[in-house]
C-alpha cells in the first residue's frame, strides 16, 4: 500500500481570490493535521500562458506567503516552490511521451485558455496536464486537494499514472518496485498510485461576481469580479455590494437557488467561510433581502480574511524568510523527487 500524501499546487500568477482560498488553501490547512503534505507554487506552469512576467519571483514569495500566513506549516510540511526541483520537468517530459495527444486535445481549460488561436496557444498549454500530473508522481502522492476546475486534469493524471504502470508492468515487476493497491474492488500492482483527487463542499466552485456563469479567477480583467485575498474591509464590502443578484429574496431551501447562480454562488462564499452547510446559511438568511444579505457576507469576509492578508503583509516585508522557507523546502522535495526518478530511469531503461 502507498503512504497517504498530500499534494497541491498554486500558480504564481496574479492575485489569489477568495476561489483559491476556499476551493484550495483552506483544504491545505485543514489536511496537514493528519496527512504528510507538500505545497508547491507552481511557477513553471505560470509559463504556459504567458513566457514573460513582470515579477515571477515577487509572485512566487506572495503565493508562499499566502500558505504560510493561512497557517500552513513549512516545519511539518514541505513547502517550496517546482523550479527548485528540476525532476518535475524530467517526469513531465517522460510522461510527455506516455499521454496521448488526443488526451491532451480534449481538456476543457486548454480549449478555453488556447481560445480561438489554437495553433498559436504554446506548446507547454497544451502539455499543462502532463507536468501537473508529474508534479503529482514525482512524489507518488495519493490524495490531491484541489477546486472543481480541475477535476479533468486528475483524471488525466490517473489515465497517465495507469498507462505508466500497464506498459512497464513486466519492468516494474522484475525490478520490484511494484506496490500492491485496490481500485475499487480490483486489487492491482503498479509503480505510481491512482491518485485521488479531494473536491467538494460548498465553495469547490466559486463563481465571479459579476457573472455566475465564469468562475472567479486570477486571470478576469475585472477587479470587481473576484475578493482578492489582500483586498481591505472597505474594497471587499464594496465588491460585495457591487456583486450581481437578482431582486428575488433568499430561498428558504438549497431547491429554490437551482436557477439563481448569482445568489446560489453567495451562499456558498457564506457557507464557505462559515464552515456550515448552504441549507444552514439559507436557515439563517431564507425570506431576507439582498441588502441584509451582503452586509453580513461582508462582514464575516472581512472577519476571515482580514487577519491573512495582515499576516501576509508582515511575511512579504521579510522576503529573505521566504526564501529560506522555499530554500529548505525545495532541498527536501529535490530528495523524495530524485528517489522516485532513480526508479523511473531504471524501469524505463535510462
Ligand atoms: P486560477 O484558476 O485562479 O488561475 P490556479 O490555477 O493557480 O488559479 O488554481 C489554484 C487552486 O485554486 C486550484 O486548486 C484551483 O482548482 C483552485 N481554484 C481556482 N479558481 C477557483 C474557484 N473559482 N473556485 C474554487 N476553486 C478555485
Ligand atoms: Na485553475
Not at 502507498?2 to 481570490?17: A, E, K, M, R
Not at 525532476?87 to 510522461?95: D, G, K, T, V
Not at 453567495?266 to 452547510?277: C, F, N, P, Q, T
Not at 512579504?316 to 524568510?321: E, H, L, N, S, V
Request: hydrophobic share 40%.
Amino acid at each position: 500500500e502507498f503512504q497517504p500524501l498530500v499534494f497541491s499546487g498554486v500558480q504564481p500568477t496574479g492575485n489569489l481570490h477568495l476561489g483559491n482560498y476556499l476551493g484550495a488553501i483552506r483544504k491545505f490547512v485543514a489536511l496537514q493535521e493528519t496527512n504528510n503534505c507538500i505545497y508547491c507554487v507552481v511557477d513553471l506552469h505560470s509559463l504556459t500562458a504567458q513566457l514573460v512576467h513582470d515579477d515571477l519571483e515577487g509572485q512566487t514569495r506572495s503565493i508562499t506567503a499566502a500558505f504560510l500566513a493561512s497557517g500552513i506549516d513549512p516545519k511539518k510540511h514541505i513547502v517550496f516552490n517546482q523550479a527548485r526541483v528540476l525532476q518535475h520537468a524530467e517526469l513531465a517530459w517522460i510522461f510527455n511521451c506516455v499521454a496521448r495527444i488526443g488526451w491532451m486535445n480534449r481538456m476543457t481549460q486548454f480549449k478555453d485558455k488556447a481560445g480561438k488561436d489554437r495553433e498559436n496557444a504554446s506548446l507547454g498549454l497544451l502539455a499543462y496536464p502532463s507536468l501537473m500530473a508529474a508534479d503529482i508522481l514525482v512524489y507518488r502522492a495519493t490524495h490531491v486537494p484541489v477546486g472543481d476546475d480541475q477535476k479533468q486534469h486528475l483524471e488525466l493524471t490517473r489515465d497517465i499514472a495507469q498507462k505508466f504502470n500497464n506498459d512497464f508492468s513486466d519492468r516494474i515487476a522484475e525490478l520490484g518496485l511494484g506496490v500492491e493497491m485496490m481500485m475499487g474492488e480490483e486489487k492491482v500492482n503498479g509503480f505510481f498510485p491512482i491518485t485521488e483527487p479531494i473536491i467538494g463542499g460548498p465553495a469547490a466552485r466559486i463563481m465571479s461576481l459579476r457573472d455566475g456563469s465564469k468562475k472567479m479567477s486570477k486571470s478576469d480583467p475585472s477587479d470587481l469580479s473576484r475578493i482578492n485575498l489582500t483586498d481591505d474591509a472597505d474594497t471587499i464590502s464594496k465588491k460585495i455590494k457591487k456583486a450581481k443578484t437578482d431582486p428575488e429574496a433568499l430561498p428558504s431551501e438549497t431547491d429554490g437557488l437551482a436557477s439563481r447562480p448569482e445568489a446560489e454562488n453567495l451562499v456558498g462564499i457564506y457557507a464557505g467561510l462559515a464552515e456550515i452547510s448552504k441549507q444552514d446559511v439559507l436557515n439563517e438568511f431564507g425570506g431576507q433581502q439582498f441588502s441584509v444579505f451582503k452586509p453580513a457576507l461582508a462582514d464575516l469576509a472581512v472577519e476571515k480574511l482580514a487577519p491573512i492578508a495582515g499576516e501576509m503583509r508582515r511575511l512579504i516585508a521579510d522576503p529573505a524568510y521566504i526564501d529560506s522557507v522555499l530554500r529548505d523546502g525545495g532541498d527536501r522535495a529535490r530528495m523524495l523527487a530524485e528517489g522516485t526518478m532513480k526508479s523511473v530511469r531504471q524501469i524505463i531503461g535510462l
